[in-house]
């Protein structure tokens, strides 16, 4: 590679997207460095899917805990403690961003734990002063929590602190309906904490299939989680006991512990120069990108939440890949394709999707089937737990190819990603009637749909 630069790749951000970049880059033999202004690992394993993953597993000991008398044991003596799991969840994410540094440290990459600029068209100034040139620039600094603007936000924790506080609160009011908001609301509901969901909106995730939003909303309601819809903050105010007033439009006011802001993230793009070399932003303040990951700068690319296409890890991860393998690699220039996405939500039961939901499948397609299995899980039955899974699949009705696969109901994450190898590949209605059920199981309703 070129020696007229000091690298031949410098990406700003250590996340899923700029690690997956930088190491598969240096594999092809660039020389690398990588500049973090906070922790290797980014959103994901420091403050985002990993340790919420951790709570969400802590959480649901509550349910199964109190299932567990159905089936025959008895526990005495049960309690929970927050800083014990908060503590060791975060001895976990040190674990985690130490094995990140050990692989690009492996590969050969250089960690720059400072702030990264672009000052010139091939340079970029660290925080420290120090200057460096780059043959190509790769922009992965993510996104952050938009918190709106109202008197008294500062008041207010986002999903970033929620992992950190000293204890949980009594009452938390969380803002959004979102993944986030649910998610979140789960945990702490399970931990005992008496949970208000407030959105914009009369609907939680936007997006979704209507009929699982419907029934998560129904089971959280059960559960004990309160909904308020079409409201908005208008301030928050600290007592002097520490608690935290709350007006919402249409509402009386309100005393809370905590409040926590999950409306949607934000692209980081700000301070990073991007202006001095002309790279072009959009409406939301994302680095608008190519198929390829290439800004309209021929240098400079961008993968991940900080290009706001799909903001997931494993689609950051993909176009950390496909840019270094396309810019650096061997073979042909590829890029990712952003089609047929299966997600999940982890929420108390949690949701998954792959594909078209039951309206949009109606918009493009008209002519479409819908299969569905409305059941109550053989463990919910014994523990006596009346919260009922829900399975649909929605084929094209003339070639009888699935088009959408939605679930919610325990471990329907675990079972999604192997169905949604079969929504991908384009398999038909006929070939999961003709799989044979694991019995019994909850994933055998998506091959005994009638
Ligand atoms: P989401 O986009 O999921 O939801 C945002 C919510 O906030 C919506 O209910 C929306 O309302 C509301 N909202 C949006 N803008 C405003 C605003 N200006 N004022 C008030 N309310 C607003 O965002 P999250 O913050 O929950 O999560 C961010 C992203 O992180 C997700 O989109 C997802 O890509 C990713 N993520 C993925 C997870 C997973 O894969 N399991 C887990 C957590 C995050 P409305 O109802 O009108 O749309």
């Known amino acids: 590679m070129t020696a007229e630069y000091d690298y031949d790749l410098f990406t700003i951000g250590a996340g899923s997207g700029g690690v997956r970049a930088s190491r598969v880059a240096a594999a092809h033999g660039a020389r690398v460095a990588v500049a973090e202004e906070y922790r290797v690992g980014g959103t994901c394993v420091i403050r985002g899917c990993v340790p919420k993953k951790m709570l969400v597993y802590g959480a649901h000991f509550a349910e199964d805990l109190e299932d567990a008398k159905s089936f025959g044991w008895s526990i005495e003596g049960k309690s929970f403690d927050w800083v014990k799991l908060r503590d060791h969840v975060q001895k976990d994410v040190d674990r985690l961003e130490g094995l990140y540094g050990e692989t690009l440290g492996n590969h050969k990459v250089e960690v720059i734990r400072e702030r990264a600029e672009i000052t010139g068209e091939h340079e970029i100034t660290l925080a420290s002063g120090r200057k460096v040139t780059a043959k190509h620039i790769l922009v992965a600094t993510g996104a952050r929590p938009h918190v709106p603007d109202f008197p008294g ?11 950190h ?19 979140f609301a789960g945990i702490f509901n399970e931990f005992g904490s008496k949970v208000t969901i407030a959105n914009r909106s009369d609907v939680i995730l936007r997006g979704y299939d209507e009929a699982l939003r419907d029934r998560l909303l129904q089971i959280s309601l059960i559960k004990g989680i309160e909904f308020c819809f079409n409201t908005q903050f208008e301030w928050i105010e600290k007592q002097e006991d520490g608690t935290l007033k709350v007006k919402m439009t249409g509402e009386d006011e309100r005393i809370y512990d905590q409040v926590m802001i999950a409306t949607g993230r934000v692209p980081n793009t700000e301070g990073l120069g991007l202006e001095t070399v002309g790279v072009e932003l959009g409406e939301n303040g994302q680095i608008k990108v190519d198929a390829f990951s290439k ?3 021929d240098h400079i690319y961008a993968v991940g939440d900080v290009t ?38 982890f929420s108390h039961p949690p949701i998954a999707s792959v594909g078209m939901t039951e309206g949009e499948a109606r918009n493009r397609i008209g002519n479409i089937r819908v299969f569905q299995s409305d059941f109550r899980p053989m463990k919910n039955v014994v523990a006596g737990r009346n919260e009922r899974g829900l399975y649909k699949m929605i084929t094209n009705a003339q070639t009888g190819q699935i088009v959408g696969v939605h679930m919610i109901g325990p471990e329907s994450p675990e079972i999604m990603q192997a169905a949604a190898v079969a929504v991908k590949a384009g398999l038909t209605k006929a070939d999961f009637d003709a799989t044979t059920a694991i019995h019994p199981t909850m994933a055998e309703e998506l091959v005994l749909l009638r």
């Open 165 to 183: 506080l000293d204890e949980v609160p009594r009452r938390i009011l969380i803002a959004g309906g979102g993944y986030i908001a649910n998610e």
């Open 308 to 345: 706001d296409r799909v903001q997931l890890t494993p689609v950051a991860i993909r176009e950390g890949q496909a840019f270094a393998d396309s810019v650096f690699g061997p073979g042909e220039p590829y890029a990712v394709d952003h089609s047929c996405i299966p997600s999940a939500v």
């Open 295 to 297: 800004t309209n700068v």
């Open 153 to 163: 936000n500062e008041h207010a924790i986002t999903s970033n602190e929620a992992f």
